[in-house]
């Protein structure tokens, strides 16, 4: 599948890289960012692909690309209100929460396709006498996060201390800004912590302790999510 990852050079180039040792045909395509806040009849000449992996963060470009009629994902959304007139010019669109909550339950096939790869992380943990010995990423942040905070719980004991340890390092890696309008790199904490818990649990009992933390993502989470929802 040949993906183009679409940017005005300020991000994206981290996620061109991970993904494409996914999808080999994935390739850069640089748009304009313009200087004004609204460009009429703007044309975008960007090559042909199956699927679009939009970071421009001027929504008239965006609008432009969506034109192509073709499978998009909005690495950089814009609030519901753009998506909504969005969606009148392509309905082949998604602009998840985070690039590392999209997941392949949607009606494109080449999108599923992607999603499948990079996405909602998915972890598999072995652990031993409260030590965690190997996480495995099964599926993970196209920005690579995920990877590079979970090669370093090897070894690391099932703990909140620990797992509060990787949330916050998956800030670090995480591309996306602080307090971002609907992509933020707090939200993205959450999520993988709620996820890494869920692949623990797999492995045999939690703590009471740990139980106690996961309710408290559960409700972080909860919460981040009806708030982004109410942009």
């Known amino acids: 599948m040949k993906i183009g990852i679409v940017s005005d050079g300020k991000f994206g180039d981290r996620a061109f890289e991970v ?48 034109e192509k009629r073709k499978p998009t994902i909005l690495g950089i959304s814009f609030g519901p209100g753009f998506l909504r007139d969005a969606k009148r010019v392509n309905e082949d669109l998604v602009a998840p929460v985070t690039m590392c909550s999209l997941e392949d339950t949607t009606w ?20 031993k006498d409260g030590i965690i010995t190997t996480v495995q990423v099964i599926r993970g942040a196209p920005c690579g996060s995920t990877w590079g905070a979970a090669e370093e719980m090897g070894g690391r004991p099932v703990s909140r ?17 602080r307090f971002g309008r ?50």
Not at 161 to 174: K, M, N, S, V
């Open 19 to 66: 993904i494409k040792s996914g999808f080999p045909e994935t390739i850069w395509i640089d748009v304009p960012f313009p200087a004004s806040q609204i460009v009429d009849d703007l044309v975008l000449d960007v090559p042909d692909c199956d699927l679009y992996i939009s970071y421009a963060r001027h929504p008239d470009v965006v609008l432009a690309l969506l």
């Open 108 to 127: 494109s096939e080449e999108i599923n396709a992607f999603a499948r790869v990079f996405g909602r992380p998915g972890f598999k943990i072995d652990q």
């Open 161 to 177: 201390e620990e797992l509060q340890h990787f949330g916050l390092r998956i800030c670090h890696f995480c591309r996306a800004p």
């Open 182 to 231: 609907t992509c933020d790199k707090e939200f993205s904490g959450v999520h993988h912590i709620r996820e890494f818990i869920r692949a623990l649990r797999k492995t045999g009992p939690l703590s009471p302790d740990v139980e106690k933390f996961a309710e408290e993502i559960e409700g972080l989470h909860e919460t981040n999510m009806k708030a982004i929802g109410n942009l």
